[in-house]
C-alpha cells in the first residue's frame, strides 16, 4: 500500500429533517453568510423556505446568490465573491447539487484573493484563506460535500477545471435522502454514474496491496448498481436514496482512493465534452466508461476489470480471464442503458467537430501518466467509438 | 436506514516514514507537550529515539509520562493531568498501543476539570474542554486512534467504563505499519479480534436497509481474516500489517456504525472479564464472540448470521439457513484457534467465582436493549460455555 494522508474533517448530518442541526454549525463561525442555490428547484420544494426561516429563527442573515448553473461558471463565482466582500460576510452556505458547492467553494476560496477567480483554479497555490463552507446537497452525484474538490467552467475559454484544497471542505454538510425524491431520472442515472465513475477512477489503480480500499470500492459499486436502479424506478424509496446518497459522499471522500496517485481517465475526457458541449456529466461518464473499459481490455490490461466482474457484478470466476473482462464491460454499458442514459455520445448532443482540441486537453490532463496511458490518438479513438 | 451523525475529523499520516508529518501538526498547536507512552517497548524499537529527536530538530520541550499499563489505569490518568497542570502543557502525544492513547486523551480531557479524573469517565457531561491529541499507533486493534472513545480501568472498584467525546478524537495521528511489525503473534491475533469485534457490535443490528455500513463492514472482515492470519504468520509482511492497521481504523471511527444505535453485547461482558482478570481484550472477544453467536441461534435470530456467513465467509448461500448460521459460529470459533488464541476463558486465566458480578454489571450497560436482548441470567449462560 502507498502512503497517504486522510483527511475528511467534514461533520455530516444525515436523515430525514436532519437540517435542524445545520444553523447551530453555521453559528459556530458567523451569523452573516451568502446564501447560494440554483435555478430555483429548492423553491419548488420548500427547502429554500425551511432554511431561509431557520435562519430567521437563529438569527442568520444572509445575502443570496440565486441562479448557479450545471456545470457552475465562473461569473458565478465573481458575483458570489463580490457580494461577500460588499457585504463582509463570514460563510457560505449552499444548498443544490454538486454545481451549487462547487460555486460555494470557489466563492470561499476566493474572497481572499486580490485577483480575478479563475486565477485560483488555473493555481491553487494562489489560495490565502476560505471562508467555512456548509451544504445542503440534494443530489447524490459528485460527493462535494465530503470533499475539497470544486469544478467551475469558464465557457469563455471553453474550459472545465478543478480546485483541490483542504480549507474548502465544508464545515458541516446536511444529507436528507428526502431531498433528493424530486431528482428527476436522468438526473438520478447521471448521478449514480458519476459516483461510479468516482470509485472507478481510483479502483482501476497499478497501486497494490491496497484491499482495503478495493474491498470498500466494491461495496458501494455494487450499492450503486443495486440502489441507483431502485431510485429510477421508484424515486421516492427512501432507503434506495438513502444509500445512494450516503455511497456519494464517501465514494469520493478519499476513502477510495487514499494512496492511489494516477491521473484519472474518464473525467479527464468527459470534462471536455461537458466544456465543450455543456452535457450532463455523469451521462457523458457512463458512456465513456465502458468504451474505455474495452480500452482496457485492447490493452491485455484487464487484471482489475475481471475482479471487478467476479467481485461486484457475480460473474464466475472459473471463466477465463478475457471473457469476464468483455462481460464486466458489457455489463456495465447495459446498466447504464438500463437506467435511461443514451449509449452514445451523439445521443448526448456531441458532434465531432471539436474531438482533436478535446484529445488534446484530455491528454493534457497527465494521461501518459494514468492507469493505462493513452495517447491524444487513443482518446479521439475512444471518443470516436462512443459516436 | 436511521438519522446519524458522522464526524471523523481526525487526520491520518499512513505508511512507512509518515512520522515526519507529525512535528508540524503539533506545532500548529503548542511547542509545549506531554508525551505517553507504555511500558517501554518504544524504547527496544527506537520509536522513543525517533520522537524525542523529531521533538528537538522541531523545537518542541516535552514532560514524559512512562510506563502506561495495557487496559490503562486511572491512577496513570491522575499523574498525566498532574503533569499537564504543573507545567502547563498544551498538547498530548501518545505513542504506543490503544492503552497509551485512551489514557493521553482521558488525561487531555481532565486537565481543566477540578474534581477526579474517574468523575469524568462516569459522567461524560462534565467535560470542560480538551488539550489536542496526537499519537504514533503501533498497534491494529482499538482504532482509538481515529475516533473519541477511551477506555479506563479503576481496579479499586473492578471497574472498566469508557469515555466518548467528540473532543478526544485526535487532531493527527501516525499509522506506519512498520512499527507494528514487532507486535507478538498474540497480541496480533488479539488485535485482530478486536478490530472483528468492533465491526460485529454493529452489523448485528436491528436497523434495516444500512447497505452502506453493511457492505463496509463485510469488506473490513474479510480483510481481517486474510491479513490477520498472514500478519500471524509473516509478521513484517508490509502489505498485510498495512491493510490490518487501516482496517483497525476504519472499523471503529463511526464508519460501519453509523446509524446503529444499540449498546454492544460482546464489549459489554469483555469488559468485566478485563476488569476482574486483567486479560487481554481482544483475546477475551475472540471467546466471547463465536458463544455469543451460539446464543443467537439458539434465539433463532440467525439472519444477519447467515449474511456474515454467506457474504465474508462465502459459505454457500443454498444451504439452509441454520446450517449457514451455524457453520458461521463455527468458522469463526475456527478462525480465532487458527491464529493462536486460546478457545475456553479458563484457558486465558478467568475463574467462575465472580459470574454473577460480571453479569450484573454487564447487565447493566443496556444489555436488554442489545442486538439480541440478554438477561442476566443469559449472560451467565455466555459466560459459562466459554470455560
Tied chains: 1, 2.
Excluded at 454549525?25 to 435555478?39: A, M, P, Q, R, T
Excluded at 443570496?64 to 460576510?89: F, T
Excluded at 483542504?166 to 454538510?173: G, I, L, T
Excluded at 436522468?186 to 482501476?204: K, L, N, P, W
Amino acid at each position: 500500500m502507498e502512503n497517504f494522508m486522510f483527511y475528511a474533517p467534514t461533520k455530516i448530518f444525515f436523515g430525514k429533517g436532519s437540517i435542524k442541526n445545520l444553523p447551530a454549525e453555521i453559528l459556530k463561525h458567523s451569523d452573516n453568510v451568502l446564501f447560494v442555490y440554483g435555478g430555483g428547484s429548492i423553491k419548488k420544494t420548500g427547502l429554500y423556505e425551511k432554511i431561509t426561516n431557520l435562519f430567521k429563527e437563529n438569527g442568520i442573515s444572509c445575502k443570496e446568490l440565486p441562479g448557479v448553473e450545471p456545470n457552475p461558471k465562473i461569473e458565478s463565482v465573481r458575483e458570489g465573491v463580490r457580494l461577500c466582500r460588499e457585504h463582509k460576510l463570514g460563510g457560505v452556505v449552499a444548498a443544490g447539487g454538486g454545481s451549487t458547492v462547487d460555486c460555494a467553494k470557489v466563492i470561499a476560496a476566493a474572497v481572499s484573493y486580490d485577483g480575478d477567480p479563475w486565477d485560483i483554479i488555473l493555481d491553487g497555490s494562489k489560495v490565502k484563506s476560505c471562508l467555512p463552507v456548509f451544504d445542503v446537497i440534494t443530489l447524490a452525484a459528485t460527493g462535494t460535500e465530503m470533499n475539497g474538490n470544486a469544478v467551475i467552467s469558464n465557457m469563455s475559454v471553453n474550459d472545465k477545471k478543478a480546485l483541490h484544497d483542504d480549507r474548502v471542505k465544508p464545515v458541516c454538510s446536511v444529507l436528507d435522502p428526502e431531498y433528493t425524491f424530486t431528482v428527476s431520472k436522468f438526473q438520478t442515472a447521471s448521478g449514480t454514474a458519476d459516483i461510479m465513475s468516482h470509485i472507478f477512477e481510483v479502483y482501476f489503480s497499478r497501486a497494490e496491496g491496497t484491499l482495503v480500499q478495493d474491498g470498500i470500492s466494491e461495496a458501494l459499486l455494487k450499492i450503486c448498481i443495486e440502489c441507483g436502479k431502485k431510485a429510477v424506478d421508484n424515486p421516492e424509496d427512501y432507503e434506495a436514496r438513502a444509500n445512494l446518497l450516503w455511497a456519494s459522499s464517501l465514494a469520493i471522500n478519499g476513502l477510495t482512493g487514499c494512496g492511489k496517485p494516477e491521473p484519472w481517465s474518464c473525467h479527464s475526457m468527459e470534462h471536455q465534452l461537458s466544456a465543450y458541449y455543456d452535457i450532463t456529466h455523469g451521462a457523458g461518464l457512463a458512456v465513456l466508461t465502458p468504451a474505455w473499459m474495452k480500452f482496457l481490455i485492447r490493452r491485455n490490461n484487464i487484471s482489475k476489470l475481471v475482479s471487478y466482474g467476479v467481485n461486484v457484478l457475480g460473474i464466475d470466476a472459473a471463466l477465463p480471464d478475457v471473457q469476464i473482462a468483455e462481460e464486466a464491460a458489457g455489463r456495465t454499458a447495459e446498466f447504464f442503458c438500463s437506467i435511461g442514459i443514451p449509449a452514445t455520445l451523439s445521443e448526448l448532443g456531441v458532434g465531432t467537430e471539436h474531438i482533436e482540441d478535446m484529445a488534446r486537453k484530455s491528454f493534457e490532463e497527465g494521461m501518459e501518466n494514468a492507469y493505462e496511458p493513452m495517447s491524444e490518438t487513443d482518446i479521439i479513438e475512444i471518443y470516436k467509438s462512443c459516436m
